[in-house]
């Protein structure tokens, strides 16, 4: 299983990124698709999470309102849309897939494969 997210960039704050993640090797409908990232010297932190089906989300606090996460399974790819981008949205976003399909995990070790991060640059 390959992922890959990308669509990430240079953004002045209050302006919008939409993330997209590819899978090569599975079907994306039997997973959770997940979000993390990681700033400079932080710890990798969840951001949003989507069921298989797309009837469950999960996303962190500091996020909430403004980024959403879907999926498109006929094309095998996932989707966050990142709006009112701020500073501390700054980071390398990756994409993640969880085999619980029925869960929305904010826990990074409960996923399965991993995929190489994009960067996400805001700036004020």
């Known amino acids: 299983v390959q992922l890959q997210a990308f669509g990430g960039g240079l953004v002045q704050a209050g302006g919008s990124l939409r993330l997209s993640c590819t899978a090569s090797g599975t079907t994306l409908s039997r997973y959770t698709v997940g979000w993390f990232r990681q700033a400079p010297g932080k710890e990798r932190e969840f951001v949003a999470a989507?069921?298989?089906?797309?009837?469950?989300?999960n996303y962190a606090d500091s996020v909430k309102g403004r980024f959403t996460a879907s999926r498109d399974n006929a094309k095998n790819t996932g989707y966050l849309l990142m709006n009112s981008l701020k500073d501390d949205d700054t980071a390398v976003y990756s994409c993640?897939?969880?085999?619980?399909?029925?869960?929305?995990?904010?826990?990074?070790?409960?996923?399965?494969?991993w995929g190489q991060g994009t960067q996400v640059t805001v700036s004020s």
């Open positions: 993640a897939l969880d085999r619980e399909w029925t869960e929305v995990t904010t826990i990074a070790d409960a996923y399965d494969y």
């Open positions: 989507i069921s298989w089906i797309g009837g469950r989300s």
